[in-house]
């Protein structure tokens, strides 16, 4: 139990266009996911806390008008990067847990390539 | 979140037991002690958790002292695939709605 399914997993746009990544969770309600966002041989850092049916709050640092975090059920949040840029070329991955429980699961991650 | 200091990378022989030490010495009351692996381009994985006693599952122990401001993760039997990078993480609570804060972990290489 507790699949969390991210799409798409490897991605190439280019600078200027905006690019939509999707996270699922498949046999489970998700009130609340997490994106991060992890450079090379990087540490995973936390961009923003998705939550249904509400605004996102987004970590010090994070322009919420670039990066674009709806959740509109309780299955599927996505984040869409606005007007990308190659300095936005990075590995996003989105994470969920299960109410009540313990630990969280991951997505795949996406690789995105801004060129 | 507590802040947690973890080894920058370690070395374990295929077969052996991986010990892997974390301190978290601000860690408070309500925290739990998560433990998070991350093999190359991969998305983390969830290994194990404790609050204060010793756990263990399918995957691993934990052991956690009794004043709690440290943990080691043992891997009793390392293979090959469990060369990744081990996060420990410090963090509030069940639910669904903790953040946790990852910091650079350790790379564990297992060596045939």
């Known amino acids: 139990g507790a699949v969390v399914s991210q799409h798409p997993s490897r991605v190439i746009c280019k600078s200027g266009t905006s690019v939509k990544i999707e996270c699922r969770s498949l046999d489970f309600q998700a009130t609340t996911m997490f994106w991060y966002r992890q450079f090379p041989k990087k540490s995973l850092m936390l961009m923003a806390t998705?939550?249904?049916?509400?605004?996102?709050?987004?970590e010090q640092g994070v322009e919420k008008d670039k990066f674009l975090i709806n959740h509109a059920s309780l299955t599927l949040s996505t984040l869409t990067v606005t007007s990308a840029h190659p300095e936005d070329s990075s590995f996003y991955i989105c994470?969920?847990?299960?109410?009540?429980?313990?630990?969280?699961?991951f997505g795949s991650g996406t690789r995105l390539t801004v060129v | 979140d507590a802040k947690t200091t973890q080894p920058p990378s370690m070395d374990c022989a295929e077969g052996r037991a991986a010990n892997l030490p974390c301190n978290h010495s601000?860690?408070?009351?309500?925290?739990?002690v998560y433990w998070y692996r991350q093999i190359h381009s991969q998305g983390p994985q969830y290994i194990i958790h404790?609050?204060?006693n010793n756990e263990t599952n399918e995957m691993a122990s934990l052991i956690i002292t009794e004043d709690r401001k440290s943990s080691t993760l043992i891997l009793p039997h390392a293979t090959l695939r469990d060369t990744a990078v081990y996060y420990c993480i410090a963090a509030g609570g069940g639910g669904s709605n903790y953040k946790l804060t990852f910091g650079k972990g350790t790379l564990l290489t297992v060596n045939p």
């Open positions: 994470s969920a847990g299960l109410q009540g429980g313990y630990g969280y699961t």
């Open positions: 601000t860690i408070s009351g309500n925290e739990y």
């Open positions: 998705s939550n249904e049916g509400s605004k996102a709050t987004y």
């Open positions: 404790g609050l204060k």
